[in-house]
């Protein structure tokens, strides 16, 4: 398909969002880099409202509303990030929010989601979440998607501009991949500048979402299974799936138990807890260590940082048996 998105779309929603959302640090890592043996980085988005990057393009979205849209409300579906970030932009915007969530959605993103002032609806999976959200936009709320968006999108790709202003000598972005918002706004904003740097993706397995439509040609179903719920689209956004096809180096698969020892190390090491959306860019670096030299700068995404204690006893019963 046309690629609509483009840097200057991208600059423009920077400006718009600036004054709501927070411009996320880059840390550099030692202690990665001994173990990659090459300069890493980490843009540490966890720090971002809400606790990942999705308010980016939730305010994006709802700015671009005109005043009758915003008096209407709006209504989205989320398997969590989006839907702290939905709330968080409604309640700065003064916007009245309708979230469609499914049933296995963890307490304590139903709770934070709840806590901005949004109304939740559960669904019986991501797939129904989404059906439900085209049933009441029919009804008159604006829609809002967590990933297929041209809004969404440019405002993801926000991030993309502070990695190169950040670390301007980077080699290669490591990017965490679910319906491809976040990957596609990247790829707009840094291969327009720096078409050199080396992109890759990253997905669990059983969140394959992206990896299936690239073998397919085009962008088809998915019913996910992975524990990196925020990984878990049901298919991804038809532009992000051309410019991963046009412009990303690699995708990398990584398993769940690989992501929470990713997790784990992250948490005991740099002393930050991610989610297993966001660690497994760490476990994927690992995996392609060999496609790095000392000269190498890489910059690990940390998409998200929204993990319940629940969670984490459970991976750690599941992965560290024996």
């Given amino acids: 398909m046309e690629i609509m998105l483009t840097l200057s779309d991208i600059q423009s929603t920077r400006e718009k969002i600036a004054p709501y959302i927070v411009r996320t640090p880059m840390k550099r890592s030692r202690t990665l880099s ?3 043996g090459a300069n890493v980085h ?7 409202k809400t606790g990942s990057f999705k308010p980016r393009g939730a305010f994006a979205q709802m700015l671009a509303l005109n005043e009758e849209q915003r008096a209407r409300g709006v209504v989205a579906w989320s398997g969590g990030n989006f839907a702290q970030g939905v709330a968080y932009a409604a309640f700065i915007l003064e916007v009245d929010a309708l979230i469609v969530m499914p049933e296995t959605t963890p307490q304590n993103y139903l709770d934070a989601t709840r806590g901005y002032g949004a109304t939740i609806e559960l669904a019986k999976d991501i797939t129904a979440a989404s059906a439900r959200m085209e049933e009441l936009a029919a009804q008159g709320r604006a829609k809002l998607h967590p990933y297929d968006n041209p809004d969404m999108m440019a405002g993801a790709g926000s991030l993309g501009l502070e990695i190169l202003e950040d670390l301007p000598g980077a080699t290669d972005i490591l990017v965490s991949i679910g319906g491809g918002g976040l990957i596609g706004g990247v790829i707009t904003a840094v291969k327009a500048l720096k078409p050199d740097v080396r992109i890759w993706g990253v997905e669990t397995l059983g969140a ?3 990896s299936e439509s690239l073998k397919a040609g085009k962008v088809i179903p998915y019913v996910p299974s992975s524990l990196a719920r925020t990984l878990s689209a049901p ?6 799936l051309t410019l991963c096809q046009q412009h990303m180096h690699d995708l990398i698969l990584v398993s769940d138990a690989e992501a929470f020892r990713a997790q784990r190390f992250l948490l005991e090491r740099l002393k ?3 989610e297993l959306a966001a660690s497994c860019t760490w476990a994927a670096a690992q995996k392609v260590k060999d496609q790095f030299t000392p000269d190498s700068t890489v910059c690990l ?3 998200g940082g ?3 204690f629940e969670d984490l006893v459970n991976y750690g019963k ?3 048996k024996g």
């Fill in 208 to 210: 394959e979402t992206m």
């Fill in 42 to 48: 980490i843009k540490m988005e966890l720090f971002q």
């Fill in 306 to 308: 929204n993990v319940s």
């Fill in 34 to 36: 001994d173990e990659l």
């Fill in 301 to 303: 995404v940390l998409c």
């Fill in 318 to 320: 599941l992965f560290d």
């Fill in 272 to 274: 930050q807890l991610t």
């Fill in 235 to 240: 298919y991804v956004s038809a532009e992000a």
